[in-house]
């Protein structure tokens, strides 16, 4: 039987993806993205001070944080007020890897760039979303930095150095496929997260599998899977974002 997937996707679609910037009046940058039912609110605030280990420096740091609100999921989720859960905590370091892996830290001082990623609607793929949608933040954050007069170097370049974009892939009755949604996910035989660059750099991969090994074969299928879709992804960020450049 043939596999039937949401919306009558092909194993290589993606569900809708939407990307609203500017979605915030009082953030440095601002974004609602949306794969699917999936909606992922990303807010970047610019504090004019550097984390403790890097001051005196001269440099910059990026940081992401991350929550589900309490009925993003069809089951009340507790807020998380003492401290944040193991989840919660991992896919924060992860949201602020990928972030610092194609941002440049140095030129313009030392300031924090921190985006939260809140998830008001779970359907699958909330952490690539939240990537997604944070790398827009930060290049709006970084534009409202030089608008502003904000920038200590004036002959720094435009300080990202290629687009940035997540999906997530995986097995599911056999079949590899993109951008699982919730009931996908909850039934796969492997889950996989891939972050990308536009020019195909693979900034981290998170895969494991579920009921048995997958072959080498079936991880060159979801990677090629993942990789056009993060092109695609990453299309969308370029049409709002334009070129990487002040």
């Known amino acids: 039987m043939a596999l039937q997937r949401s919306e009558a996707r092909n194993p290589s679609d ?17 974004c609602l993205v949306r794969f699917g039912r999936t909606e992922v609110l990303c807010v970047a605030t610019v504090d004019d001070s550097a984390p403790p280990h890097l001051r005196g420096k001269g440099q910059g740091w990026v940081t992401g944080e991350y929550s589900m609100l309490p009925r993003s999921s ?18 924060q370091r992860l949201i602020g890897r990928a972030l610092r892996s194609v941002v440049k830290l140095q030129g313009w001082g030392e300031k924090t760039i921190t985006v939260d990623c809140d998830v008001l ?28 007069n904000r920038i200590v170097d004036p ?7 290629d687009y940035l974009a997540a999906i997530s892939v995986g097995i599911v009755d056999g079949t590899p496929v993109c951008d699982l949604d919730y009931k996908e996910d909850s039934r796969a035989e492997t889950d996989m997260n891939l972050v990308m660059t536009a020019g195909g750099g693979i900034v981290e ?24 879709a993060c092109q695609k992804i990453a299309g969308i960020q370029k049409s709002i974002l334009g070129p990487l450049q002040w």
């Open 155 to 161: 002959h720094l370049a435009f300080p990202l150095r």
């Open 14 to 30: 993606t569900r809708v993806i939407e990307i609203k910037p500017n979605y915030y009046d009082y953030a440095e940058g601002s």
């Open 74 to 91: 069809p089951e009340r989720i507790r807020r998380e007020r003492d401290r944040v859960g193991g989840r919660t905590h991992e896919i």
């Open 205 to 228: 991969v998170q895969g494991t599998a579920e009921k048995e090994p997958f072959s080498a074969e079936q991880f060159e299928a979801m990677l090629g899977l993942g990789r056009q």
């Open 121 to 148: 609607r779970a359907d699958g793929g909330t952490r690539t979303a939240s990537i997604t949608g944070a790398f827009v933040a930060t290049a709006l954050a970084f534009r409202f930095l030089k608008k502003n």
